[in-house]
């Protein structure tokens, strides 16, 4: 569990790495390798007037403005005009020069930018099959717009008749999407891992079968060849259920330059490119999920066999009766016997002439007592801890998600929203993700029941988060419910009141304890009109993002 957590944490660390690249030179990298890009896309199509067989520049584009954010807007334009200028030349008008790069450029940008700030936000590094499925079911929206509006201006530039226009929307929408598909996740796998994967046995093994696949699907001259493509999926599935989504990413991309070749070798094709295209698509989203999945599911093992080991020290303490005895049978013998050499060195003191060399011994002998009385706490406390912390680097989007998922079903039957209003750029924090999910829930659920509990008309909760200049982190949650009660000491070191029908306060004392634990800070605050709790947490390395 410790090396899981370690590694996740040096992902992070090399993601921020590569966030932390000076714009200019991350854009003029990309600028570059998208004009490498789409050569390489145009040179190995047959089809006209850009309309190509895959777009990889376009899954650079998502890649690079998903790690980047919208400060790489610009950099999208200028690519896309510099791609045309340079390979389309005066074969294509003035109009289409001017329009295209800010329906391509401008278009992914538009609609990434509302995504990554709209409540389907998803972690660029895909850790869950949610990230997969929010990120293809993007691609596939944007992708059909561009699609659509970039033909649309083919035709008005006549370069395209419009009887074809439709089949020529579908041609040109499913190239992006193979794009974003394969080389958008590829690369944001790689930008999370920070390397390149060692060709182990097994991963020569599996290369080896896509090899043999394709050589399969095309070494029979008498079929047409997209009837024996399905022999492709079982080389993806084997990757993605033994090596998860970072595996399957790194399989899709050699499919997809192993298909390409098969077709520039095999010359022209009865069923059409596109007809690959959209086998190629479809084994892609396969792959994709079932990868997804696996990650997410060795990831929720991960979780499980933490939350089992907490369990195990909880049931190890028995019950609350038994442990209120073991505590009183350990400590009363030591504070007994400090008590007796209390009163014998009390009455030495008394007396001038006592023995002094006895009193001496008592003292002694008490302080051995105190020190076994502070061992025996020290046990007892360490008894109780639920495990170690398990610190790492955490996303403060995907804390919050996870524990307003977690609490769906109270939400949903209590008809209360929930408004996230976190900024994009927010650091990441150096937490244990349970705990502070924990403290989030029960913060949500305080608000939940107040909420409730005093029927109020509005049933809303605020999650803001902001970075501190202070090189922390700040989620503040606030309520519409009837707030803390008057007599309620926003500054007292424990936190015990409760205003909730049966409340004991343990959740504000447990999350406050926790907060602090991790070196934050939890305040209390708030009017009739709702309670604010604000958690500040230490951020990780924010001298990175100045």
Not at 23 to 31: F, K, P, Q, S, V
Not at 74 to 89: C, D, E
Not at 147 to 165: F, H, K
Not at 179 to 190: D, H, K, Q, T
Request: charged share 20%.
């Amino acid at each position: 569990m410790a090396q899981v957590m370690i590694t996740e944490r040096a992902h992070a660390d090399r993601m921020s790495r590569i966030q932390s690249l000076p714009t200019w030179l991350a854009g003029l990298g990309y600028i570059l390798s998208y004009v490498a890009l789409a050569w390489l896309s145009i040179a190995t199509s047959s089809a006209p007037f850009g309309i190509v067989a895959w777009s990889p520049e376009t899954g650079l584009s998502f890649a690079a403005f998903l790690i980047f954010g919208n400060s790489f807007w610009p950099y999208l334009i200028a690519s896309a005009a510099l791609a045309n200028l340079i390979l389309h030349g005066s074969a294509f008008p003035l109009l289409y020069h001017i329009l295209n790069p800010v329906i391509v450029g401008g278009g992914y940008a538009l609609v990434l930018s509302w995504v990554q700030s709209s409540r389907w936000q998803f972690d660029v590094s895909l850790k869950t099959l949610r990230d997969v499925l929010v990120l293809e079911t993007t691609a596939i929206l944007s992708a059909t717009a561009v699609a659509c509006a970039c033909v649309l201006l083919l035709v008005e530039c006549r370069l395209l008749s419009t009887s074809d226009m439709g089949f020529d929307m579908f041609r040109s929408a499913v190239g992006d999407l193979i794009g974003i598909s394969i080389v958008a996740p590829f690369l944001l796998m790689l930008a999370s891992t920070g390397r390149i994967r060692k060709p182990t046995r097994e991963a020569i093994l599996q290369g080896l079968s896509i090899v043999a696949a394709l050589v399969f699907a095309f070494s029979f001259t008498n079929l047409p060849h997209f009837r024996l493509f399905n022999v492709m999926f079982f080389p993806i599935i084997w990757i993605a259920l033994r090596s998860g989504l970072e595996g399957a990413t790194y399989g899709l991309v050699v499919t997809q330059i192993g298909l390409i070749l098969a077709l520039q070798l095999s010359g022209p094709q009865s069923a059409g490119v596109t007809t690959y295209q959209a086998l190629m698509l479809v084994l892609a989203f396969t792959g994709l999920a079932i990868g997804g999945l696996v990650t997410e599911r060795r990831r929720f093992d991960q979780d499980l066999r933490l939350n089992q080991e907490s369990v195990a020290h909880i049931f190890r303490l028995g019950s609350a009766g038994e442990l209120t005895t073991a505590i009183a049978h350990e400590i009363n013998q030591p504070l007994t016997a400090i008590s007796n050499y209390a009163r014998f060195i009390q009455r030495y003191l008394e007396r001038e002439d006592g023995d002094k060399r006895s009193a001496l011994e008592a003292a002694a002998k008490m302080t051995e007592q105190v020190d076994r009385t502070a061992a025996v706490i020290k046990n007892l406390r360490d008894l109780i801890r639920l495990g170690r912390r398990q610190i790492g680097q955490q996303n403060v989007h995907v804390l919050i998600r996870e524990a307003l998922d977690l609490l769906e079903p109270n939400l949903l039957r209590t008809s209360i929203s929930v408004k996230v209003s976190i900024a994009r750029d927010i650091w990441e924090v150096m937490v244990d993700r349970l705990q502070i999910e924990q403290v989030f829930m029960n913060i949500i659920s305080n608000a939940i029941d107040a909420i409730n509990d005093a029927g109020s008309y509005e049933r809303l909760i605020i999650v803001e988060g902001v970075n501190l200049p202070d090189g922390r982190v700040e989620i503040v949650i606030r309520d519409s419910g009837p707030g803390f009660p008057e007599d309620f000491n926003f500054r007292q070191s424990g936190i015990r009141s409760s205003s909730k029908r049966e409340g004991l306060g343990v959740g504000l004392s447990l999350s406050r304890t926790i907060v602090e634990g991790h070196g934050g800070e939890l305040l209390l605050g708030g009017d009739k009109r709702g309670a604010v709790v604000q958690i500040r947490l230490k951020a990780f390395a924010p001298e990175m993002h100045k």
